[in-house]
């Protein structure tokens, strides 16, 4: 009785165009789902369709908030309203140029002989040209305002002993060197939409109640988030208990079991000797890779919209999913099997949208994949590539993208990473034949490279060397040497005490109507 009235009402909203409108008791469609899955990770509903909960999630925000182009285009529009600068990147695509651990520079640059007529020479400064263009890294350097603000204090203690906080421009009695030094930060110098947003906040708590502005960038994501906000915690926990179930929840403990959270419930028919056992399989594994995908789809989009919108509101949902130990649920997920996961076949090719549009596969019965096929590199790359299961390398890289947000900019967060013993699991999945899997396994490594010791960087060579090659820089970063270690282990709690105590007053000086008494 309960499904069909579900089901009308969200036919009725897509076809009317009125999604974003109240459904029920609730604000919006997205906020009903999110419901739906509560109710479901809490038992409440012994039978719903997950899968087709969490797909219209996934789908609702893409349309009510917007797809990732829309967040970049959203982004460029709202730095050109606030009077920041530009940020172009240069023109190569990352795809063009990208060989994870292979030799990215030529063996031999061509060297112009003077004996050589005229003709000879320009094809020698052609050649030279593409050999420069192949050595151009595919981001551009940033800085930080924090970065420029340090390296003059260190400076200026070093070369004249004392200190001009928060003065940026007074160069009078440093080098000639420190001085370039500072123009080339200054150049690079990034400003982000979520320091405009620290500084509004600051600004806020030293102004008067009734004078008070909120900042807003992304209208729709307020709208989420304020409907969202009383039971965050609740929907966040809710959808990572559905992420963890369909990822270890084995098919015969989901058919034998009847109770807890079976994500597989509702396609499970009654007598399971009447499928062949062989298509059952592949529909239950096909079910949960469904479900990853829009899970984790789902969590990165909050993550993206509200870190547009306000950076205290993707804080505390990054804090949140934290909490909730979203990290070690990522690496026991990227702990699996992952040759067997990205070369899946539980696609019916007839049933296949994409595949029936864009691809004929490989005729049945070819080899499979196998990991020695892609460290050899001397097998057929598109043959290779068009056996990959595209649904699974997608939530691969949502997954990566969502444990290196939660990990950015925060020590005691990547120190984590290496208590949960990362690093051996993130270089297995290294060997996934896919750039931008690459891309956010070199970034984490990154992030985490100082605080793995001397031993390990020695031995890892080719992962520090293509970290240089393909991920973007920050000047004066001294992410391989591990010089500086800020943060010790009894500054983790602290770091996230501190940060929970300015997300309470982000809270309280805007969202008191709405938040629960406590």
Known sequence: EYQPLKYEAVVSTQSTGEIQRPIFTYPNLGLFMLELVYLFEKCQISVLPIKKIVLILWKYLLFAMGTMEDIAMLKGKIRKEQGLPEWVEPKDTPSALWQVLQPQFPDRIPIPDPLDDEQDSRATSVCSEESEAVRRLPWKPKARQADIELYLRTCRQKFLGYELEGDTTTMVGLPDSIQEGVKILQAHLYVSLGDLSLRHQEKMCNTAKRNRVPLSFHPPAELMYRAMLPKMEDYVIALLKVLLASASTPLTKAIKTSGALNVLADVLPEDSNSVEPQQLQKDLSRHKEIITKAVSASLLLLLKHFRLNHVYQFEYISQ????????????????????????????????????????????????????????????????????????????????????????????????????????????????????????????????????????????????????????????????????????????????????????????????SDILPDS
């Open 320 to 511: 949140t999913m934290f909490y909730a130990n979203c990290i070690p649920l990522v690496l026991k997920f990227l702990n699996t099997d992952m040759n067997h996961f990205v070369t899946a076949e539980n696609s019916i090719p007839s049933l296949d949208f994409p595949t029936c549009l864009y691809y004929v596969g490989p005729a049945s019965g070819s080899a499979p994949v196998v990991v020695e096929d892609w460290e050899a590199g001397d097998g057929d790359e598109e043959g290779i590539r068009g056996k990959l299961c595209w649904r699974n390398i997608f939530s691969t890289i949502n997954l990566l993208r969502i444990i290196q947000k939660l990990t950015k900019w925060r020590s005691p967060r990547t120190m984590m990473l290496n208590v949960f013993k990362s690093p051996p699991i993130l270089k297995k999945t290294l060997k996934i034949p896919h750039w931008m899997v690459h891309l956010y396994v070199l970034k984490l490594f990154k992030q985490q490279a100082k605080y793995l010791g001397k031993n390990w960087r020695k031995g890892n060579m080719k992962i520090l060397s293509s970290i240089y090659q393909h991920v973007r820089h920050r000047l004066l970063d001294d992410w391989a040497y591990g010089n500086d270690l800020d943060t010790q282990q009894w500054e983790v709690p602290n770091g996230e005490q501190q940060l929970k105590a300015s997300l309470e007053t982000y809270h309280a000086m805007w969202y």
